[in-house]
């Protein structure tokens, strides 16, 4: 069988390919990763190449990544799975390097940020780069002995640098929510494993009625449908108009959740449901 | 009279300094900007010095400022005003340089982002840093020809760049909502001008039963309080347990919102007012 294509943002070393290999193992289907440097351009490649995308959508410790939620709006594509990465950063340096060494430290903003305490406690400048995984190719590229980077043990790997600490993140419980995506009217034979598709993902704006959001969510309660999250987010272009983005458990095929979604449309100006999967 | 001291997080130049003058200067009062380089210390400032903070909430393109939110948590302050900023992203460059010499573009991952047709339709290389301003003084200290900065007008000034452009992000409502807060035990004479408090902002974690987020919400729309956001963010240091954050209008003085309160209390672990203040 020919390998899956699965696009993912970034370069190689990135978390977003870890989960790549992490998801698909479990269905013993191999990979090939294919790197997009923008989050548009990994929507773009999913949606006009017809390839699988491995989309990061939440932090456990930074919140949600708004710019993938956004991008669900320009196109056309379904969740089919998510897959949950426990993120273990680790800090690089080069092979000859030591921690004394070190006076800087550059990665992600968010991953400098989940590592702030040791930082702070080394007296480490944090510098802000694009990627985790772009901060351990720079490093290489450099060859600067007094900096650092955070990312994956699998940038250390791709890049041969010193690991000098695992999982020295402020909070262990750092876990990374991805989606897995595709093109609404591409069909994968691997899908038909998915059966338990138990939770689903929504965009919805409301109409400009009183209590609009309170009456959206009433089918939901009523029909004893479980909410997993919920945010609201200024509609793209407007000043402060919001979409509001749900994910809830269950599927449309049941009635509560049939129940629930049709009387979520009565109040909403627009409904659109990003896909229905298995909830991990 | 002193200058007020007011603290935000970046260099000079930053949008936050921008707005602490476009604040303060609607009520005549004359500040001295305090700069702090992260959000933490910002907080810390504000808490612990007995300084005012101009703390960026929310932008209408890029969302949440999640790291801000999780703060509120740590510390015990209290909003007091709510100010909009138009954010008009400028290009800068040395003096000297023009539009065609430029092979790459730094600033802030969102200010990059929210330049991106630009930049992609004139092929500039994006290179995240850590804030915009910082950009802008980095094209001085580097005096690279090649390299341009999205910063604000204040940072041109400040390093004395060349505007190339002006006002050219991809989307022209591009706001940002900044939180006017101090320590809750420091009170300012200034404060007694804002008598309009008609907007409150919330913290809350649901008890854990059946429809815990409907019926904490119940008692704003039969007591018809209007939401203005809602957004639910992971506990820090738990998986995917969460917290609501949420806007509301009213004042607690008044007998709906008092009501609601209650109502919502009842229903949840752990309520917290992050302030009282008037809607912009």
Redesign the interface.
């Given at each position: 069988m020919k390998n899956l294509k699965v696009a993912y943002q970034g370069i190689a070393g990135a978390y977003s390919q870890q989960a790549i290999y992490g998801f698909f193992s479990q269905y013993n289907l191999k990979v090939d990763p294919v790197s997009r440097s923008?989050f548009?351009e990994l929507f773009e490649t999913i949606s006009n190449e017809g390839v699988l995308g491995m989309v990061p959508i939440?932090n456990?410790?930074?919140?949600?990544v708004?710019?993938c939620?956004d991008l669900f709006l320009d196109y056309d594509l379904e969740i089919i799975a998510e897959y949950k990465l426990d993120v273990n950063h680790c800090l690089l340096c080069l092979p000859e390097a030591s921690l004394e060494d070190l006076t800087q430290v550059m990665s992600h903003?968010q991953a400098l940020?989940q590592c702030?305490n040791f930082l702070d406690q080394h007296k480490l400048t944090?510098?802000?780069?694009?990627d985790t995984a772009g901060s351990a190719k720079n490093l290489v590229e450099t060859q600067d002995k007094n900096t650092g980077a955070i990312a994956s043990m699998l940038a250390a790997k791709q890049y041969g640098l010193k690991i000098l600490k695992s999982g020295f993140q402020n909070?262990n419980?750092n876990?990374t929510k991805f989606l897995v995506v595709k093109s609404k009217n591409k069909h994968y034979e691997f899908q038909s494993q998915f059966l338990n598709k138990d939770k689903c993902s929504v965009i919805f704006k409301t109409r400009d009625i009183?209590?609009a959001?309170?009456?959206c969510?009433?089918g939901?309660?009523t029909n004893?449908v479980?909410?997993?999250?919920?945010?609201?987010?200024?509609v793209?272009?407007?000043?402060?108009d919001?979409l509001?983005f749900i994910d809830f458990e269950g599927n449309p095929k049941d009635t509560p959740v049939k129940l629930a979604l049709e009387e979520l449309s009565f109040f909403s100006e627009q409904v659109t449901l990003l896909g229905c999967y298995h909830k991990e």
């Open positions: 923008s548009r939440e456990s410790t930074a919140g949600s708004v710019q939620y903003p940020s702030s944090a510098l802000s780069v694009f909070n419980n876990t009183p209590s959001l309170y009456k969510l009433g939901f309660a004893q479980n909410l997993n999250k919920i945010e609201s987010r200024p793209p272009g407007s000043k402060f919001y509001f």
